[in-house]
């Protein structure tokens, strides 16, 4: 994985240096998560990288690392979803278009494209672990010819939680990928017909070469030990696995500490990782 | 080397305490502790010290400053980056804290660029102070810090009547410019050999027991090593006070500061550190460091083995800070080292 410690945006007086994000669409989803288009001055692309993140800044509120969930071959504006959790999280929900945030990055090290170049895929995404993944999924679907199989497996706490219904439709309808999906429990409230039970329920079902397909994971820190138990019982080799990771940031450069895992620092290591470099950390709790 | 007069060094620091646009800032008894304080005059320096409560790392990395400013003025929208390039004259710095200095330039000039940083120490000049007292709680000597023979701009030996003066730097050279000094003589070079060869040494009352070079195998044999990490904590009050008096923690949060009642603030950086309880939880209930033990073993393993992987560093220098200053009486790294040595020993037999 490619190693990026610069910001691209470098301009200021010091690496601190946003610029304006004009928030051009906001869409809700039905949970908590919401999904904003940010173009940059000029119309500038954002040239990020699948899987890496950005600093976003709120005025007067704060500022936190979101991954980026759209495909950098998808032109103009890039996009965030983002969840409700935090001082930042909330204040950017009663955000509008037409309004401004500071951005800082891209940063990280994502999912580099060439090296899953004519592999089979398989993504695990659990819940808003999706966001980041969608960024990967939609760039081997843009450039479809250069991927091998491709194969998401997607789970939610509950059907609310889903993300992006539009496609999910497209992907579970069309030839270019194979899509499965779960809801770990519907509540009565609530309609799903699809299957219920936790994300490993449905992972051995994907008809998948086990020896050769990369698996690119990313979910909640609780679903990292089970899925990978069941990769490993499956047969997947340790070395075919890649990870995307989530911690507290608030530099994004590998100095503030927050992020580390071990002697790992999320933001500049990761926060995709090859699964065989974080496998014996215990911090990184795979 | 050069040699100066001490009365000729104090004209020199007054002249400068004058006319220099930087403050000048330098050891002083507070009546208390030694603290690094604005000098007003020369003679209140006080270079015969143990320890200073703070490193002079406070002047080069403040302990709250201003990295960003952001304005609304009607409709546009304003981010301006601030380093403030406000560098100091520095006035006895103990030959430990200027390795640490050394260590987060590594980081924060060579490594990763940081402008606010790197204004600040671009612009400071560092005049360290040979050692005359070491703290009851400093192994320094252990660590191969007591001395050091680079990381300044000049260095200090009392030899009584003089000053012994080493030069670092060409920006400490010229700083001699103005004032009367002379090549030392054999006797004099000799001299400061011996006071940094044996009488800095004999200054400590504790020492490691093995070469800190094993350091960072030592703890990658101990990560595990609950049982010790979770004994070591437990009395712990998580008040990160060591962390605060370290000479190389360097992490730091960002806040985001509106000024009331304006469509303007600020973000500004603050010091943080790993024993706090809060530093490595996300928003939505996760703490990936919950257990007081995992921040105690973090911030051992961060000092002796994860810095010198990343930078090859050793970023304890042994200026026992952590260890006087601790409110629960714990912190303790010359003992730590010893015992989770001891441990390793006793495993292997």
């Known amino acids: 994985m490619r190693s990026s410690t610069t910001a691209k945006f470098d301009i200021g007086e010091n690496e601190y240096q946003p610029v304006n994000g004009l928030i051009t669409r906001t869409r809700p989803f039905t949970g908590a998560d919401k999904l904003f288009e940010i173009q940059l001055p000029d119309g500038e692309e954002l040239g990020h990288q699948p899987g890496q993140f950005v600093q976003l800044l709120v005025p007067g509120v704060g500022e936190a690392p979101f991954s980026v969930t759209s495909s950098p071959t998808k032109p103009g504006p890039f996009e965030l979803t983002i969840r409700a959790v935090g001082n930042v999280t909330r204040a950017l929900h009663n955000m509008e278009p037409g309004d401004t945030v500071g951005i800082r990055g891209p940063y990280g090290s994502g999912f580099d494209p060439d090296v899953f170049e004519g592999e089979d895929i398989l993504f695990i995404a659990g819940g808003i672990g999706l966001a980041p993944l969608r960024s990967m999924i939609n760039y081997t679907l843009d450039e479809r010819e250069r991927f091998g199989e491709l194969t998401t497996v997607y789970g939610c706490k509950e059907p609310v939680e889903q993300l992006y219904p539009d496609e999910l439709e497209e992907w579970a309808e069309g030839d270019a990928m194979e899509y499965f999906e779960t809801v770990d429990q519907c509540p009565q409230d609530q309609e799903w017909d699809g299957p219920t039970g936790v994300i490993t329920s449905i992972i051995p079902e994907v008809d998948i070469d086990v020896e050769t397909t990369k698996v690119l994971v990313c979910g909640p820190p609780v679903m990292y030990k089970f899925v990978l138990q069941e990769l490993d019982e499956m047969g997947v080799p340790d070395g075919n696995i890649y990870l995307s990771l989530e911690r507290n940031m608030h530099c994004g450069r590998g100095l503030c500490g927050h992020c580390q895992i071990n002697e790992l620092y999320v933001c500049t290591d990761g926060p995709v990782f090859h699964y065989p470099v974080v496998r014996d950390k215990q911090e990184a709790e795979v | 080397m050069k040699v100066i007069d001490k009365p000729e060094f104090e004209a020199l620091l007054d002249e400068t305490i004058a006319s220099d646009r930087r403050d000048v800032v330098g050891v002083q008894d507070d009546g208390e502790k030694y603290v690094f304080d604005d000098l007003r005059s020369a003679a209140d320096l006080a270079l015969e010290y143990d320890v200073t409560m703070l490193s002079p790392k406070k002047y080069l990395m403040p302990q709250r400053e201003t990295i960003l400013e952001y304005r609304d003025t009607d409709g546009e929208f304003e981010w301006r980056a601030k380093a403030e390039p406000d560098g100091k004259v520095i006035v006895g710095i103990h030959p430990y804290d200027l390795v640490a200095i050394e260590q987060l330039d590594k980081i924060f000039i060579d490594t990763l660029r940081d402008e606010p940083y790197r204004q600040k120490r671009e612009n400071s000049l560092l005049i360290g102070a040979n050692m005359q007292d070491a703290s009851e709680t400093a192994f320094a000597a252990s660590m191969g810090t007591a001395t050091t023979d680079s990381g300044y701009d000049l260095m200090l030996t009392d030899l009584g009547e003089t000053y012994a003066v080493n030069i670092g730097t060409l920006e400490g050279k010229e700083f ?174």
Not at chain 2, 216 to 221: G, H, K, R, V, Y
Not at chain 2, 256 to 265: A, E, H, P, Q, W
Not at chain 2, 278 to 301: I, T
Request: aromatic letters at 10%; a negative charge.
């Open chain 2, 176 to 349: 001699l410019n103005s004032a009367d000094v002379r090549k030392a003589t054999a006797q004099e070079v000799q001299e400061v050999e011996r006071i940094e060869q044996e009488d800095v040494p004999d200054l400590f009352e504790r020492e490691l027991d093995f070469s800190p070079a094993l350091l960072p195998t030592i703890l990658e044999e101990n990560y595990d090593n609950m049982e010790f990490w979770e004994d070591y904590s437990e009395k712990c009050l998580s008040c990160g006070t060591c962390n605060m008096v370290c000479p190389t923690c360097y992490c730091f949060s960002v806040d985001m500061i509106r000024d009331l009642g304006t469509n303007s603030g600020r973000e500004s950086r603050r010091w943080d550190g790993c024993l706090l309880e809060d530093f490595a939880s996300v928003a939505g209930d996760e703490n990936f460091r919950e257990e007081v033990a995992e921040r105690h073993r973090h911030r051992f393993m961060r000092k002796g083995w994860y810095i010198y992987e990343r930078y090859g560093d050793i970023a304890c220098i042994g200026c026992g800070r952590c260890t006087s200053e601790c409110v629960a009486d714990v912190a303790d790294p010359c003992d730590v080292y010893n015992k989770l040595h001891q441990e390793v020993q006793a495993h292997a037999q």
